[in-house]
């Protein structure tokens, strides 16, 4: 677990030690092709920052967590690993985190297992904690929201007349939905208000587009550690960077995407650099910060707290990272 961008607030160490504790005792399980899959996955270095944000909004009104709140905010841990895991099965990515993807490691029937095992570890932690809340319902339109983002981003592969609307529909699905949960459900765990609870799922949600933005950007720079670079050019998977300059830029990047599967590496490289000087990394890096002020002027309307001055910090942070 990492924690660069909670130095600002070290009161949630103790807490994220606890969330990563349980998620390590459910993922102890007798299938031993499994469990080495499911460690391997746990400990490589996720940054936890979707239970973190839960832990945050849930401080806003409580300093106390308690068993309730432990398990809600492994919950969401829980499920952005499965659709990690079953996200590089479907890229076919050799990486994850910088170490060798599950899929890579163990083969694809035990990634496809080890996702499907997390599954049902997601419904028993949501079922142990919100049998009679409406947060049960919220978790399974979630699931919609993610699986939607994943059609949508699988039906627009290799399109070249992708709109940014239609790119933003299926980041709100596949980045932002689980962002926007943590926030939304920490809020409600934590006793904040209605009010605050929308403010708080709005946060979320320009929080998760800003940070899918910046992820991109990374791909674009060279810098990413959970795949190789521009591995997603190869795939079809057009990220914010090149749909920006694409529509003015046709003539010189069509005939190289239009290669498809079949680009080479030194193609892609081609198209890193055409769309670094037609300005897309710079359009998007404008359009991220856009969606981060937003939630940062909403971040300002949040009770005065502890918990809230922490969150100016790590979306600031957020946007500056390199990684």
């Known amino acids: 677990m990492q924690q660069a961008y909670f130095r600002y607030y070290p009161q949630l160490k103790p807490s994220l030690t606890l969330v990563s504790q349980l998620i390590d005792q459910r993922l102890i399980v007798r299938y031993q092709q499994l469990e080495p899959a499911l460690k391997q996955m746990a400990s490589h270095g996720g940054k936890f920052l979707r239970p973190a944000f839960f832990l945050l909004f849930a401080g806003l009104h409580e300093t106390e967590i308690s068993e309730k709140q432990v398990k809600a905010a492994a919950s969401i841990e829980i499920l952005h690993m499965a659709t990690l895991i079953h996200d590089d099965i479907i890229d076919d990515s050799p990486k994850r985190r910088g170490q060798a993807s599950i899929q890579a490691a163990f083969g694809k029937d035990v990634a496809v297992y080890s996702g499907d095992y997390l599954f049902t570890v997601f419904f028993d932690l949501i079922t142990e904690t919100m049998a009679n809340s409406r947060f049960l319902t919220i978790n399974a339109r979630i699931m919609r929201r993610i699986l939607n983002g994943e059609l949508g981003q699988m039906g627009d592969r290799f399109k070249l ?149 922490a969150l100016k910090k790590i979306v600031e942070q957020l946007l500056k990272r390199t990684s």
């Open 161 to 309: 007349d992708q709109t940014i609307l239609s790119y933003l529909r299926n980041v709100n699905g596949k980045t932002a939905a689980l962002f926007s949960l943590a926030a939304e459900e920490g809020a409600a765990f934590g006793g904040a208000n209605k009010q605050e609870i929308q403010l708080a799922k709005r946060i979320g949600q320009n929080i998760g587009i800003a940070f899918q933005i910046l992820d991109d950007i990374l791909d674009y720079n060279g810098h990413h550690l959970n795949k190789p670079v521009l591995k997603d050019l190869a795939t079809g998977v057009y990220s914010l960077p090149l749909l920006l300059v694409l529509p003015t830029h046709q003539a010189e990047l069509a005939p190289l995407l239009k290669k498809g599967k079949d680009m080479t590496p030194k193609d892609m490289q081609a198209v890193q650099k055409l769309v670094v000087n037609f300005g897309g990394v710079q359009a998007a890096q404008q359009l991220a910060g856009k969606f981060t002020a937003k939630a940062e002027q909403e971040i300002a309307q949040l009770p005065a707290s502890p918990a809230q001055t």
